[in-house]
């Protein structure tokens, strides 16, 4: 059974520590999946030099990459007889883990790194750092790669002293030459001290994925009912417009079939006036035959005195007929009513509300010239360049007491409020970095540590920025916000959309880092916060 396990982990990848797939050998004879080790190298292109993940034997050129056959085929055996992959070996490294440096032939997984000796040791090569008088001042600190940033690269000593003068970590050599008669404190009493301003304990992180997953699965749900609401309703007026015209026209058929009924009834007596005098002048023209045909005269005259007066002088009245066009007034009233609909009802243009800005040029159009509120700033914030830019100092500045001023967190806010479109930019500098909000006015400002500060609390909402990243906060979720550094952050607020937006800007381009979809009940302000002594943060004004 040992020997059937030894053969199922020889077919595994040493970097996903799972069956090999596509697997290729490079030059030092080690194999691995082909995406496995071309993403390897991809991390190496700067350095020109292409080493082995295992052995960690680097050659130049990059290598071309090669299939395996032999190996391809015998997983697929493996594949076959499914057998199930044993799970990886705990001692040695993953992709993400630190090697032991004192290992000579396969490395064991790092569990400790020494910043003195710097270097990172297996279990079984630590032990010595546990058992000998000689390491036992010898800081231990979680397996790391950057070792090498705690030696002082001119004395290649430990940097276990900081500069508060200069702002910067050094060795006692440092001290003892460049640094001599400065204010020096040991690293681990600044650590403490800049531990403490950092915000509290962060909330469990949900992943900006999620959270953008959500508001887009939010705006379905809102999108949807609007749509479907005023399809609803336009159907129910159009169909209410179709019976009014479907009334309209009955009632004219109505009038133009009483019309026709009564004109009908017009030539039916004539048609029967006019019979009737045929009638009566067939008969008079009989009775004149038969008196032209009397041979006696005296007869004759009897009977010529007998005719009727009417007889010898009655001729029919004429009837006007011929093509008569009926019914004109109402086809043109029909066609004027045919017309006045049509301009009526012309095409309508469904608009949505416009989108947000694509670049800088039209973000710029909603520039909001922001200054900072000075009874707002914290004790250790100094304001300059017309109250726009605050640098945090060690010590307390002479500002007068006011009911306004944050006294728990290096904050401030805007003098202005902030609705409509809005659209300002922040820019600082500093070792620890700084936070860009939005603030509602009545923000608690002394005393409650959370329900201070920015993006702990439900008046506020914040993006945090340092040198390793982002992060979004609110009361009740933070997350971590992918996206690249810089020095500039531009804001975009759409108050009555409900649009909060975080751009990193470069000079050509913007970046979005997050977009936040929020219900705001009352005017903004603007809201800045630094933590580390001689940072700073202005907000430039833009031409």
Known sequence: MAQKALDQVSFFCPVCLDLVKDPVTIPCG??????????????EVKKQRYSCPECRQSVSPRPVLIQNIMLAGLVEQLKDTNLRASPA????????????DVCTERKFKAVQSCLQCVASY?????????????????QL???????????????KKVMDLFCCSDQESICYLCYTVQHKGHDIVSSASERAQRQAELPGPALPLQSPQDTDQKGLKQEIRDIRPSAQTVVKHNRDSFREMGLLLDKRRSE???????????????????QDQLQQDLTELKRSTSELDTLSLTPAHNQFLQLYASLSTDTQSTEPARIQTGPRRYFEDVIRAASALRDKLQLTLSPIQVFLSPGEPCSREVFLQYYTDITLDPNTAHPKLSLSDGNRKITRMRKDQSYPDHPDRFNEWCQILSRESLTG??????????????TIAVSYRDIWRKEAYLKCGFGYNDE??????????????????????SGPLSSRIGVYLDHSAGVLAFYCVSESTMSLLHRAQITFTDSLYAGLRIYSIGATAHVPELK
């Open 252 to 270: 004219m058929e109505q009038q133009i079939l009483s019309q026709e009924q009564t004109q009908l009834s017009r030539v039916q007596e004539l």
């Open 460 to 481: 506020s909402w914040a993006l945090f920025y340092h040198k390793s990243g982002f992060s979004f906060r609110t009361r009740t979720v933070e997350f971590h916000v």
């Open 30 to 43: 080690h194999s691995y999946c082909r995406n496995c080790v071309q993403h390897h190298w991809d991390q």
């Open 122 to 138: 297996c279990e079984s090569h630590l032990q010595p750092h546990y058992d000998d008088a000689a390491f036992q001042k010898h």
């Open 421 to 434: 479109r809005c659209y300002w930019e922040v820019e600082w500098r500093g070792e620890w970095g700084v």
């Open 89 to 100: 070996d705990p001692c040695y490294p993953g992709p993400q883990d630190v090697s032991c």
């Open 141 to 155: 600190v979680a397996p790391s790669h950057k070792l090498q940033g705690n030696i002082c690269s001119e004395h």
